[in-house]
């Protein structure tokens, strides 16, 4: 049974930095592709990054390019997001997530492409 459990959210002011880790388990991820969406209230979930499990593939979102950056520890199973230069409209649930997409050119970034999900960390940025 996939498991994938989030950690490291929390309150931080506009500036401030937070890394988010996700932990997976219950299979192997070769083949996958782990992604970070985000759903602040009122909105859809969107796509914020997405790594593959081998080699050095990434995608980013227009609007945390240069603040995010995504990475993993194949070793640990784990995936992190370092979030720089936290601003208000940050604000919201963030979740990580799994497709069996990692081996395309162009990594997933649509929901429908994730089969696993985690159930959320909370990050809230202050003014």
């Known amino acids: 049974q996939v498991q994938l459990v989030e950690a490291g959210g929390g309150l931080v002011q506009a500036g401030g930095s937070l890394r988010l880790s996700c932990a997976a388990s219950?299979?192997?991820?070769?083949?996958?592709?782990l992604g970070w969406f985000r759903q602040a209230p009122g909105k859809e979930r969107e796509f914020v990054a997405a790594l593959s499990w081998i080699g050095t593939n990434t995608i980013y979102t227009d609007s945390v390019k240069g603040r995010f950056t995504i990475s993993r520890d194949n070793a640990k199973n784990t995936m992190y997001l370092q979030m720089n230069n936290l601003k208000p409209e940050d604000t919201a649930v963030y979740y990580c997530?799994?497709?069996?997409?990692?081996?395309?050119?162009?990594?997933?970034?649509?929901?429908?492409?994730?089969?696993?999900w985690g159930q959320g960390t909370q990050v809230t940025v202050s003014s």
């Open positions: 219950g299979r192997t991820f070769t083949t996958y592709a």
């Open positions: 997530a799994a497709s069996p997409q990692g081996l395309r050119y162009s990594l997933p970034i649509a929901r429908r492409e994730y089969d696993y």
